[in-house]
């Protein structure tokens, strides 16, 4: 099966911890990105990555790190420097990246990340 | 002002009803135009793309987007219950660079009852 996986579904962090969530895709796409979900709120980029050892800042950045050391993985670090973590967490992948506007972006089934 | 507005309702319609979902947006750059939908706690999956102007039609489902008055609807004709969902209206193409980056509604509920 292709396709996205993200994990853990929920994750519960303590505040002041650091927290990882993975995003795995064999769809063989060059783009990924991680996207933050608020009720009442649209999707916001925070990070992407259109190539392997590379990637850029979305829209809400900070309190936030990635790596892209393999083409099928993008994890995401929340750090203890964000100040409102809790949200719902979704990784999507593209073929082509961000330079093509017809480009379709697939999604994961998420990470409910709640601070205790 | 959000580059795009969308109702977040809820919306709640009887089986069978024709249901309207709209989204308004201030950058008239804007090309490709997509509709996804997301059931309660899972990632949203793309239902409906169309690029530029005009109307698609897939199955009950139809995307209408009007440029010159930068509007774009979703119509679902005879709704069923597992129509339930947040619907999510995305677009891109509105920079010179980055120009894939979406650009998202805050979604819709929709509550179709039996």
């Known amino acids: 099966d292709g396709g996205i996986t993200q994990s853990p579904k929920y994750l519960f962090r303590k505040e002041g911890q650091n927290v990882t969530l993975s995003c795995e895709q064999n769809?063989?796409?060059?783009?990924m990105y991680w996207y933050r979900q608020d009720p009442g709120q649209g999707l916001r980029l925070i990070y992407y990555?259109?190539?392997?050892?590379?990637?850029q800042k979305g829209d809400i950045a900070e309190g936030y790190s990635v790596s892209r050391e393999k083409k099928e993985s993008f994890p995401l670090t929340v750090t203890s420097a964000q100040k409102n973590p809790t949200a719902f967490y979704l990784c999507?992948?593209?073929?082509?990246?961000?330079?093509?506007?017809?480009?379709?972006?697939?999604f994961g089934p998420g990470t409910r990340l709640t601070v205790l | 002002q959000k580059e795009v507005e969308q109702d977040p309702g809820p919306l709640s319609v009887p089986e069978g009803a024709i249901v309207s979902l709209n989204c308004t947006y201030s950058?008239?750059?804007?090309?490709?135009f997509m509709w996804y939908r997301q059931y309660s706690r899972k990632g949203p999956e793309l239902l409906m793309y169309?690029?530029?102007?005009g109307n698609k039609e897939d199955g009950r489902f139809t995307a209408q987007v009007d440029k010159s008055s930068k509007y774009i609807s979703l119509f679902i004709r005879d709704s069923q219950p597992s129509d339930s969902a947040t619907y999510l209206c995305?677009?891109?193409?509105?920079?010179?660079?980055?120009?894939?980056?979406?650009?998202f509604g805050q979604g819709t509920t929709l509550q179709v009852k039996p």
């Open positions: 999507a992948s593209s073929i082509f990246g961000l330079a093509q506007n017809t480009d379709t972006q697939y």
């Open positions: 769809l063989n796409h060059d783009a």
């Open positions: 990555s259109q190539i392997v050892n590379d990637f």
């Open positions: 950058n008239s750059a804007f090309q490709y």
């Open positions: 169309t690029y530029s102007s």
């Open positions: 995305a677009m891109s193409g509105g920079g010179s660079s980055n120009t894939g980056k979406l650009i």
